[in-house]
């Protein structure tokens, strides 16, 4: 009977270990492959047909928003005009040498940040959102808030699969 508790228990042990360690080691592992360049690395961790899912459903909703300033079917015409454009920039500009940047810097484009964070480290807190999510906030040295990766379990790994822009 001991031996059956202690099997329990350290059974226990392992997967609240797992639980409590593999978000961190999952932003380690993309962080590292990152900073190496590693694209073959980058293209296990990231599950692309989600992410672009997400930057285009974000772009959607920026566009429908400010749409909804305007009014008239000009300003209509031409959001949708921007959304298909948005969508084709997204599916073409989400590759793993982006990914690699964002993570790496904090943007997709390490040019297109404000001056004043550029060559600024960018630190990532894990959050947790239940069993099968958590997200991975960005903070740049100063303070600033940078981008959120989203991530969703995968058997027993992490594969990002949406960011929030600032």
Do not use: Y
């Amino acid at each position: 009977m001991k031996k059956l508790i202690a099997l329990i228990l350290a059974i226990a042990i392992v997967v609240l270990g797992w639980w409590f360690a593999s978000p961190w080691m999952a932003m380690r592992g993309l962080a590292g492959a990152a900073q190496a360049g590693d694209t073959a690395e980058l293209e296990e961790r990231v599950d692309f047909p989600a992410l672009r899912a997400s930057v285009s459903d974000q772009i959607t909703e920026a566009t429908r928003r400010r749409q909804g300033q305007g009014g008239g079917l000009i300003d209509a015409l031409g959001g949708a005009v921007a959304e298909r454009i948005g969508r084709e920039i997204t599916d073409r500009a989400l590759t793993p040498e982006a990914v690699g940047t964002l993570v790496v810097s904090g943007s997709l484009a390490a040019g297109m940040l404000p001056e004043r964070l550029r060559g600024q480290d960018i630190d990532w807190d894990v959050e947790r959102n239940g069993f099968d999510h958590f997200r991975a906030v960005g903070t740049f040295e100063d303070g600033t808030g940078g981008p959120t990766l989203l991530f969703a379990r995968d058997g027993l790994g992490w594969d990002l699969t949406g960011i929030e822009l600032p």
